[in-house]
């Protein structure tokens, strides 16, 4: 047996570990218990978790209401497969869902990449039901993050997690991102607008009668960090693609479920997107569960022709899943935490601005609701990330844990930014110690990281 090993970080590791780390590796803590939305280390260290853990524990951490929906269907039947049983959670699910949302057509996998690939390859059988079967080509955004799947990662704009896989890839991120910050080049928000769209439609110009759908996050996420695009965007690009006849897909992975202060981000540029993608949220972390929203047209595309969906997850629609996201969603609604997002996302930004007058590492506050991000930077009238990229976001993140707060590192390759996004159930009191924890952190980080300013 292999002897336990001491860390850098003085920590042990166990011995016999044979698990591959993820990220920051031997530096992490080891995770013990939840409660509302702190985490306890095995060593009792509190943690606010001001990132939802990815973006995902949307209700914070072991919900009584979510546990026993839980136990009540895992003590009844865990799981079933689709082929060959109907689950009247599901089916309670998907009604819920659509009548939330308002899509007529849900179809229920497991994580976030999964639904993109899945949301792709219902794109793929809509063109081939109609007869364009060389219609493959995607177009998203140069920065962006739409999965680990070959699919979701040809998809995403972010080196970091691209290359490896380059050789397998597409290369469908080729459309310049709303991201003002870096890409306005000093253009108001009209003028950026216009620069985006057309660029779009020269992209879709030159895949001709190979281009079958535009693929965008409404609000940016885990690259780049809560980029918002200009008011008047999402709009515009959506009306590029109904005149092209294109579907546009909205990954909804991260700002659905009510994130932003609107049940789907989209909402909030009045846009419904023929396909939308939602993951982490609705299960918020109780049970890996994800879907695709579908539209009336590409069902009834698909419907006259195959008449089934050809793809499919083994664990996708199983009982379990579903009666947890059918908890999650009426949590939602009789809570009001759409609503609450909304608020504590007001009072959330207006602190953040504020940190960002005290600490000039923030280059800007982005985002919409709870899904806040800030632009980190060495200088900012240069807006110059440092090197080397990711260095600023790792200082910030391992500040800001060790002064025990939770915030997610979202770099795209070309910046640096961290997503401040805590569980939509975060009251008042709890953003004020957030926004504190936050401020402690900065002031750390800009007297023990120097060098790296
Ligand atoms: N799309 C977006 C917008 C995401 O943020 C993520 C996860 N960060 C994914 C897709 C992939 O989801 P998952 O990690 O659950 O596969």
Not at 235 to 259: H, K
Not at 273 to 290: E, F, N, Q, T
Request: aromatic share 6%.
């Amino acid at each position: 047996m292999p002897q336990a090993t001491t860390t850098r970080s003085g920590r042990m590791q166990p011995a016999g570990s044979r698990l591959i780390k993820f990220f920051f590796g031997e530096e992490l803590p080891f995770v013990s218990h939840g409660r509302g939305v702190f985490v306890y280390d095995t060593d009792g260290r509190r943690y606010l978790d001001g990132c939802s853990g990815a973006v995902t524990a949307n209700l914070g951490h072991s919900d009584p209401e979510i546990l026993r929906a839980l136990h009540e269907q895992a003590e009844r039947i865990t799981f079933a497969h689709r082929g060959t049983f109907h689950s009247e959670q599901s089916e309670a699910l998907a009604e819920r869902l659509g009548a939330m949302t308002g899509y007529p057509y849900v179809f229920l996998c497991n994580s976030g990449s999964e639904a993109v690939e899945t949301a792709l390859r219902l794109t793929l059988q809509y063109w081939r039901e109609r007869g364009e079967p060389n219609r493959s080509q995607f177009a998203s955004h140069a920065v962006s993050y739409h999965g680990a799947t070959l699919g979701g990662l040809s998809l995403s704009g972010h080196p970091q997690r691209r290359r490896v896989a380059e050789a397998l890839l597409h290369e469908f991120n080729e459309l310049t991102p709303p991201y003002a910050y870096r890409f306005a080049e000093g253009r108001d928000d009209a003028e950026f607008t216009e620069l985006l769209v057309n660029h779009t439609a020269e992209v879709l110009d030159a895949h001709g009668p190979a281009a079958a759908g535009v693929v965008v996050e409404p609000v940016g996420g885990a690259a780049g960090g809560a980029i918002t695009p200009p008011d008047g965007y999402l709009q515009a690009l959506a009306g590029l693609c109904r005149e092209r006849g294109l579907p546009l897909i909205a990954d909804e992975v991260m700002t659905g479920m009510g994130r932003t202060g609107m049940m789907l981000a989209s909402q909030h540029w009045d846009v419904r997107p023929d396909l939308v993608v939602l993951g982490k949220g609705m299960g918020a972390g109780y049970a890996p569960v994800s879907a695709v929203l579908v539209s009336e047209e590409i069902i009834d595309a698909i419907a006259a022709g195959t008449a089934s969906v050809t793809n499919g997850h083994t664990y996708g629609g199983n009982p379990l899943g579903s009666a947890v996201a059918l908890a999650v969603l009426e949590a939602i609604e009789s809570r009001g935490l759409v609503a609450n997002a909304a608020e504590r996302g007001k009072q959330l930004r207006a602190g953040l601005e504020a940190l960002a007058r005290r600490h000039e590492v923030i280059g800007e506050v982005r985002g919409l609701g709870l899904l806040q991000g800030l632009e980190l930077v060495s200088d900012r009238v240069a807006r110059s990330p440092g090197a080397p990229i990711g260095s600023l976001t790792r200082a910030a993140t391992f500040a800001a844990r060790d002064q025990g707060l939770l915030v997610y590192p979202a770099t795209g390759g070309i910046n640096n930014a961290i997503l401040v996004a805590p569980p939509l159930t975060v009251t008042a009191e709890e953003i004020d110690l957030l926004l504190e924890l936050l401020d402690a952190s900065f002031t750390s980080l800009t007297s023990e990281e120097s060098t790296l300013l």
